[in-house]
């Protein structure tokens, strides 16, 4: 701080007490002051305000390069209400006050981008232990076919799964950012879904699995983004094919149906199901339930990335399923 802008932003103190010392000297005038009291009160008056006013001034100057002292001496400076002293005049208590819901947002902001720190790192250590699955067994059957075709040898298989796994990554990278990279017009289901079908065509030939489309084609308007929602429900489409019974052909169902003036696509299985304590939790990073435990791959990954990319596209995802009888995905639009 310096003493002349001080005096600068506080202008309107300095013309309130000329216009009151003009005021004192008419008086005098009036009553037949002379002429030496009245410079004498003029004087009294000015000196008396200049000196309240530079007091006022080395009050807030020490109290403003005493916090920026202690901020400087400190390694974490965001911990400068700590040091400053609980007692003074009413400014300090303001400050400090200031400075301590500062530092609590800051503490809360930088919890926060932990977490996600963390979720991301602990998901990265999954994903890598993961994928590391499929590059051994695609070595293994490069090594005992060297001479087969690839479609012998079923390294495309494996190779599809790391497919997998790396765009898992990606949309996980993308998830806390997707409002910077998509864009909602209308998209045709019937489209996206023949994609997703037609990708993994190698894995449901051998399982003779039934699709049923349905009317997907109906005249009615989806707002989506494409490329989101095809990852969101290849993601579901996934865990069908995952969770398939091993009693009975898999069968997948698409419908287009409508609840309260809403879109919504059902996704229907006849896979293993899940049991009813365990649904609530289906959408939880990393849950994977009883059967993601039982001889199966499973990070609990995938619908919790469907459930996080739906709210930030503003889509509503549900789940119901019955243990041994199947699940059906509900996504409202």
Not at 129 to 135: A, C, G, Q, Y
Not at 191 to 207: A, C, D, H, N, Q
Not at 254 to 275: C, I, P, W
Not at 289 to 305: D, F, K, M, Q
């Amino acid at each position: 701080m310096n003493f002349p802008r001080y005096i600068k932003e506080h202008c309107i103190h300095v013309i309130a007490c000329l216009f009151l010392i003009v005021t004192i000297d008419i008086f005098l005038m009036t009553i037949g002051g002379s002429t030496p009291l009245m410079i004498y009160v003029a004087c009294a008056c000015a000196v008396s305000f200049f000196i309240c006013m530079y007091a006022d001034y080395r009050k807030l100057k020490n109290l403003f390069d005493d916090v920026q002292n202690k901020t400087d001496a400190l390694e974490k400076k965001y911990l400068v209400s700590e040091v400053m002293d609980k007692t003074g005049s009413q400014e300090s208590e303001m400050l400090l006050s200031v400075l301590k819901k500062a530092e609590v947002s800051m503490s809360d902001n930088v919890a926060q981008y932990r977490r996600g720190s963390e979720e991301y790192r602990d998901y990265i250590e999954t994903w890598v232990h993961e994928v590391k699955i499929p590059i051994s067994a695609s070595r293994m059957i490069i090594e005992n076919h060297g001479d087969d075709t690839v479609s012998e040898s079923g390294i495309s298989d494996e190779m599809e799964r790391i497919e997998g796994y790396v765009e898992q990554a990606l949309f996980y990278a993308r998830s806390s950012y997707v409002e910077k990279d998509f864009f909602v017009k209308e998209v045709n289901l019937e489209e996206i879904v023949k994609g997703i079908i037609s990708k993994r065509r190698k894995t449901l030939i051998p399982m003779h699995a039934s699709i049923d489309i349905g009317e997907l084609h109906r005249d009615r308007k989806i707002l989506s983004d494409g490329k989101w929602l095809t990852f969101i429900i290849g993601q579901i489409v996934d865990n069908s094919i995952k969770y398939a019974s091993p009693v009975r052909n898999l069968k997948l169902s698409f419908n287009l149906t409508e609840e309260d003036g809403r879109a919504v696509l059902n996704l229907s299985d006849n896979g293993v199901g899940m049991k009813s304590a365990e649904i609530p939790r289906a959408f939880e990073k990393g849950f994977t339930g009883t059967n993601g435990r039982i001889g199966r791959a499973s990070t609990g990954i995938g619908l919790y990335l469907c459930k996080k990319l739906c709210q930030r596209l503003e889509h509503e995802i549900e789940i119901e399923s019955k243990e041994g009888e199947g699940t059906t995905v509900k996504i409202k639009f």
